[in-house]
């Protein structure tokens, strides 16, 4: 019994003897030495035939699996004798069996380190881990190609397809307590109780020191939505944040269940990625305020307009107007973000599983029903710009170029007689007087954007070009 | 599987539980110490049936504790390979479904459930049969047969299988609602 390691040489000696002396005492009080020196011996025996057993179990363990099997059917067999006539099925199917456990495991997915299917011990650094499922769940990329196919089998026979939602500034606002501005200060009493999950929108949650603020419609949303798809969140905040919203959002746990995807479930740094996903690219919807993140899915996402309610929010975008809940108001419910998309939703499911030409389902792409449905936003404009960029820059690689060709609109450089729309910043450009002259429409670069949230072409007396003298 | 063995811990004890009670003491925190925990080696702890003996104490110094080997008859708990259990289902979800043995955690894959059993998600995913005879779902039982396990320093893993013989639900809760 080496305890006393750590004591100094020097004071060995006279803690040794108190060491003895508190021994004498101790053995009054439990037993008698010899015997326990006695019991020390025969308890090192013990402990050897302890391991043998389990030796012993390991062996059997190993072996013994298909002969036990074996003996518990001739058991069986001798119990009824009166089924002879199938005796002579059971050594086949039995044969088989062994057979099926003799082949070469594919270790479709692993949990810590080992197969799924066969138990062994697995290295396989090119799984993909999917610790929303299980922390220690690791699925090999057959395996998740056929578990996709699989899944989308079933999904088309309950006619839906997926549907991934962000969190942030997409379905809810949240901001911590520090951050909330003087204005804001009456939200504290005006929070909604915990024990009243599915009514309530705006929370106050003490153990992550937040306020979270329901985007409007979004409970309809989610009821209508669930309909026609399978929903996962993904968000890049943390796991517990992450459970937290999908808890206010879903309280009965039947939207998302565990597809609850967090930042340290991305593959990559600063990417949202759908190969963490259990569903084919082909029939993923993605709802994101960001477009940066979806870098390898954008022909999946449908930009969402950001939802700021907390000053906060805004202030991270340089948004410097003054909040929704400073202003005390909110997004309107009839007619929000979310109620315009859940419309935008219903048309690409509809037209999906619509589609008349192509009867095989599985070869049908998500991504083509969006591209049809935005290529009919602003069909049968077409635009020519006017000061919204820098002279010199390329136009075709603009970004609100890029938007209004995807929105249908035919973009040109020129001026000619079938132009539609002169989008300009200034009143006073050669163009703009132009658009004026000849009674075509002259507006505004957030009339492209509006389009381009909202999935319909915008009445252009609202996005009127602001006289410039006047702005200045 | 279990097994009643005996194992041997140092225990440190605080001075100040020196006096007459001092075995009591001693068996009463090796309890607390010991009952629920798992080792790699020996499984879980589920229960300490006797004290055998109480070896002399050693003091460290600094401190004033002083360390007794202590030896106890206890009920262990380990799941072996090959072993037959009974468990009660956790999770469900398209991969599989997890289910807890006491204290063991227990995945069975989907390729590990019987072929004609599917995945049906929605407010209670489950696995059903194709004509809805059987279905797994949270709190069902089933029977599966242990095919590997991971032993670490705090907890057992185990990989199973209802894809045999005799194994599946025992006990249904959807069904008796």
Not at chain 1, 144 to 153: S, V, W
Not at chain 1, 183 to 200: I, M, R
Not at chain 1, 213 to 220: A, E, G, S
């Amino acid at each position: 019994m080496s305890v006393d390691g750590d004591s100094s040489p020097l004071s060995s000696s006279g803690s040794d003897d108190f060491a003895a002396l508190l021994n004498e005492e101790l053995a009054g009080i439990s037993s008698d030495e010899s015997l326990e020196e006695e019991a020390d011996e025969t308890d090192q025996d013990h402990d050897g035939e302890e391991e043998e057993v389990y030796e012993e179990l390991n062996v059997e363990d190993a072996d013994f699996a298909p002969k036990r099997s074996k003996r518990q059917r001739l058991d069986m067999l001798d119990d009824d004798e009166g089924l002879h006539c199938s005796t002579s099925l059971e050594p086949v199917s039995q044969s088989s069996d062994v057979s099926v456990q003799l082949e070469i495991c594919a270790h479709p997915s692993l949990i810590k380190g080992m197969c799924v299917k066969c138990g062994r011990m697995v290295d396989d650094v090119s799984a993909v881990a999917l610790g929303y499922i299980h922390k220690d769940l690791k699925v090999g990329s057959d395996e998740l190609a056929r578990l996709r196919n699989k899944d989308l089998k079933s999904l088309f026979r309950k006619k839906k397809l997926y549907l991934v939602l962000d969190l942030d500034h997409t379905l809810l606002n949240s901001t911590h307590f520090q951050h909330i501005s003087p204005d804001e200060e009456y939200l504290k009493s005006q929070t909604d109780s915990l024990q009243d999950l599915p009514n309530g929108n705006l929370f106050q949650l003490d153990s992550m020191r937040m306020f979270t603020k329901l985007r409007p419609f979004v409970r309809t949303f989610l009821k209508e939505a669930s309909n026609m798809f399978e929903m996962y969140v993904y968000t890049m905040g943390e796991r517990p944040y992450a459970m937290e919203m999908a808890r206010l959002l879903d309280p009965g746990k039947i939207y998302f269940d565990s597809r609850v995807i967090s930042q340290a479930d991305c593959t990559q740094k600063h990417q949202k990625g759908l190969d963490v996903v259990l569903g084919a690219e082909s029939a993923v919807i993605i709802l994101d305020d960001t477009e940066y993140v979806w870098r390898q899915h954008k022909e999946n996402l449908i930009l969402m307009d950001r939802y700021h309610y907390f000053s906060s929010s805004g202030r991270s975008f340089n948004l410097n107007n003054r909040s929704l809940a400073e202003l005390k108001r909110d997004e309107s419910e009839p007619d929000g973000a979310l109620a315009t998309i859940l419309e935008v939703l219903k048309r690409i499911h509809q037209l999906f599983f619509d589609l008349e030409q192509d009867d095989d389902l599985m070869r049908r792409d998500v991504r083509q029903v969006l591209k049809t449905v935005r290529s009919e936003v602003l069909k049968g404009c077409k635009l020519v710009f006017s000061r919204v960029w820098k002279i010199g820059e390329q136009v075709e690689n603009q970004r609100l170029w890029e938007v209004a060709e995807e929105l249908g609109a035919i973009c040109c450089k020129e001026l000619d007689a079938s132009v539609t729309h002169v989008v300009s910043t200034d009143m006073g450009t050669e163009k703009s007087r132009w658009a004026v002259k000849y009674k075509k429409f002259l507006v505004n670069p957030s009339w492209i954007e509006a389009a381009n949230f909202l999935w319909q072409r915008q009445p252009e007396d609202s996005f009127a070009v602001n006289d410039s003298k006047k702005e200045h | 599987m279990f097994f009643h063995i005996v194992l041997e811990r140092n225990m440190q004890l605080h001075p100040r539980h020196f006096g007459p009670n001092l075995r009591d003491k001693l068996v009463a925190k090796l309890m607390k110490d010991v009952e629920g925990t798992c080792s790699g080696r020996h499984g879980f702890v589920v229960a300490i049936t006797g004290v055998d003996n109480v070896g002399k104490g050693l003091i460290r110094d600094g401190t004033g504790f002083v360390t007794f080997p202590v030896k106890y008859q206890c009920v262990v708990f380990r799941p072996f390979k090959g072993e037959i259990l009974e468990a009660a289902v956790t999770i469900v979800n398209k991969m599989g479904f997890f289910a807890e043995a006491g204290p063991v955690q227990i995945f069975v894959s989907n390729h590990l459930i019987p072929d004609d059993m599917e995945f049906q998600s929605g407010d209670i995913p489950n696995y059903t049969t194709s004509d809805g005879s059987v279905k797994i779902q949270r709190d069902s039982e089933v029977r599966l047969k242990i095919i590997g396990t991971r032993v670490d320093a705090t907890e057992i893993f185990c990989i199973g299988t209802i894809k045999d013989d005799f194994l599946g639900v025992i006990n249904d809760p959807g069904a008796a609602a």
